[in-house]
């Protein structure tokens, strides 16, 4: 029995994860509608059967059997209604807010965790460099002690979270650095790093220099939170372009499965890394809901801002079957990443 249990409470603690986050997403879709005079039908928490309800003044309020997912079901969302509080009847402005919350809220949920696991920490780590390794390679190429790192491959640099990421992306061992160095602009041109192959095969840079600490205040945590907060959801959109250049490939995506896999491994070793997790899956859900595409938050804000500047809507019939379309992509590629992720865990 505590070989099954031990099994079994990292996958809950990770599936409370994912609660939690949709939660705080559907949460946020719902109390802007609420406060915007917007009618919600249902709230419901998770997808497929209904496993119990309650019904409010004029909510219904549920739980259902798949955890990953959820719905704040607004009265005329996706279709036409006479009902005054109807999401439709709206200004667009009024409907733009309630689109954009859920993931507003993931983002402001990212920065609460943020502070959460800055705030044990006696210091920050700066991007400027204190002291090289032994037999530092990027010290013999140029990079010397008391530089301050300001951008790498030509994307700024705001924390060391920024520069984690280069290094972790690199493939080729050299980066392009601008650094500060005695109060001036200098840039740097391939400076090399020793790489290391790790058992998926692929090699990565190994920074060879400490930084500098930064005193830790009570504005000094919510700065490096908030730097914290901007630099993962920079990731996602570089991770992105990084994809579509064929950096990285497709089946290098992992979905619920392989998220709830990598949480449940996490939830072993510390709680502070599951708090990490969910502060990186937070904010990604927040990003990509925020992009452009059909069937996502961002799909609909994009058709919100051309009623806006049409002044007139898009003919739902359309903008429904664009909706509908992006759905059963984003559909197909969920199934897509599923499998990948289940084949990875069995092989």
């Known amino acids: 029995m505590a070989e099954i249990w031990n099994y079994i409470w990292p996958i809950l603690i990770a599936i409370l994860m994912f609660v939690i986050v949709i939660i705080i997403h559907e949460f946020g879709h719902f109390i802007s509608a609420k406060l915007l005079g917007v009618k919600v039908n249902e709230f419901s928490l998770g997808f497929g059967p209904k496993l119990f309800s309650k019904q409010g003044k004029e909510t219904l309020y549920s739980v259902r059997l ?28 009024r409907r733009l807010i309630i689109v954009a919350a859920g993931a507003i809220f993931n ?54 979270s920024d520069l984690s990421y280069m290094f972790a992306s690199d493939r080729d061992g050299k980066l392009d650095f601008t650094v500060i160095r005695n109060g001036e602009t200098v840039e740097l041109k391939d400076v090399e790093f020793k790489m290391e192959t790790l058992d998926d095969g692929n090699k990565y840079i190994f920074p060879d220099f400490k930084v500098y600490p930064e005193e830790k205040t009570f504005l000094s945590t919510l700065s490096y939170s908030a730097k914290t907060t901007v630099s993962y959801a920079r990731i996602v959109y570089m991770s992105l372009y990084d994809m579509i250049t064929g950096k990285y490939q497709l089946n290098q995506l992992s979905g619920p499965v392989g998220i709830t896999a990598t949480v449940s491994e996490a939830a072993k070793q510390s709680l502070w890394n599951v708090v990490y997790l969910a502060c990186v899956i937070t904010i990604n859900l927040g990003i990509m809901n925020l992009l452009p595409l059909p069937a996502l938050d961002g799909g609909r804000i994009l058709f919100l801002f051309i009623e806006m500047i049409r002044r007139k809507p898009i003919p739902p019939k359309y903008e429904g079957l664009i909706h509908g379309i992006g759905f059963v992509l984003l559909f197909a590629l969920i199934i897509f990443i599923t499998f990948n992720d289940i084949i990875n865990l069995i092989w």
């Open 66 to 93: 798949i955890p990953f997912g959820g719905y704040c079901a607004m009265e005329g969302e996706d279709s036409e209604s006479t009902d005054p509080k109807a999401f439709s009847s709206k200004k667009p402005w």
């Open 107 to 160: 983002i402001i949920l990212g920065f609460i965790l943020a502070i959460i696991m800055t705030f044990p920490q006696p210091a920050f780590a700066t991007t400027k460099i204190a002291i090289f390794d032994e037999n530092a390679v990027s010290n013999q190429h140029n990079l010397s002690v008391d530089d301050e790192i300001i951008m790498a491959n030509g994307r700024r640099i705001f924390c060391y």
